[in-house]
Nanobody, 115 residues
Framework: QVQLVESGGGWVQPGGSLRLSCAAA????????MEWHRQAPGKQRELVAS???????TYGDSVKGRFTISRDNAKNTVYLQMNSLKPEDTAVYYC?????????WGQGTQVTVSS
């Protein structure tokens, strides 16, 4: 069983910033791609950003230039720094990884961007 423990999230005004964290077991963190997804009400879940064990990053078009994914190997933690937040970024954000063809999800954390 793969456990992904998320923290962060909350409410922020448009233009503000938040940072999400996702902790995983060492053997998972160092071997598999770590991803952040989000799901807004009434919409499909979408990939926001991902990072490979070697540090390669990918981003969804809607967050490029505003969000940054990073990792702390000492803490087995991956972060999602979200800047210049917009109301359309409001969603539940999930940490995820694909291990041996099985996808695992964190519990999700709510991000709300509104004035």
């Amino acid at each position: 069983q793969v456990q992904l423990v998320e923290s962060g999230g909350g409410w922020v005004q448009p233009g503000g910033s938040l940072r999400l964290s996702c902790a995983a077991a060492d053997n998972i963190f160092r071997q598999y791609i770590m991803e952040w997804h989000r799901q807004a009400p009434g919409k499909q879940r979408e990939l926001v950003a991902s990072m490979s064990p070697t540090g390669s990053e990918t981003y969804g078009d809607s967050v490029k230039g505003r969000f940054t994914i990073s990792r702390d190997n000492a803490k087995n933690t991956v972060y999602l720094q979200m800047n210049s937040l917009k109301p359309e970024d409001t969603a539940v954000y999930y940490c995820s990884t694909l291990v041996l063809q099985r996808r695992y999800w964190g519990q999700g954390t709510q991000v709300t961007v509104s004035s």
